[in-house]
């Protein structure tokens, strides 16, 4: 059973930058695709980011493409989600997860653990 904790969240202004972190346990990072996806109130959870356990890179929803980045430090068995140009579209809880697909998945049902959440706010 792989145990996803996220933090990092909090407010910030327009702008401004995040780094999120997940930090798994029971389960090696690399040898799953670990995505985040967030959800706004009111709104469907929706796929952020992606880094595949095959092929080992990244892809990211367009909404994101070029202002957040995400990336893995199997060392610390962590995966992270840089976020800079913060919008206020962007405020969401955002949720680490665990899929044993290979490429990139985007589909929640194909994830198989989750993480609590942890809330981001941007103010404008």
């Known amino acids: 059973q792989v145990q996803l904790v996220e933090s990092g969240g909090g407010l910030v202004q327009a702008g401004g930058s995040l780094r999120l972190s997940c930090a798994a346990s029971?389960?090696?990072?690399?040898?799953?695709?670990m995505g985040w996806f967030r959800q706004a109130p009111g709104k469907e959870r929706e796929f952020v980011a992606v880094f595949s356990w095959n092929p080992g890179t990244t892809s990211y929803a367009d909404s994101v493409e070029g202002r957040f980045t995400m990336s893995r430090d199997n060392a610390k068995n962590t995966v992270y989600l840089q976020m800079n140009s913060l919008k206020p579209e962007d405020t969401a809880v955002y949720y680490c997860?665990?899929?044993?697909?290979?490429?990139?998945?985007?589909?929640?049902?194909?994830?198989?653990?989750w993480g609590q959440g942890t809330q981001v706010t941007v103010s404008s």
């Open positions: 029971g389960g090696t990072v690399s040898r799953y695709s």
């Open positions: 997860a665990a899929s044993r697909s290979s490429g990139y998945p985007r589909q929640r049902l194909l994830y198989d653990y």
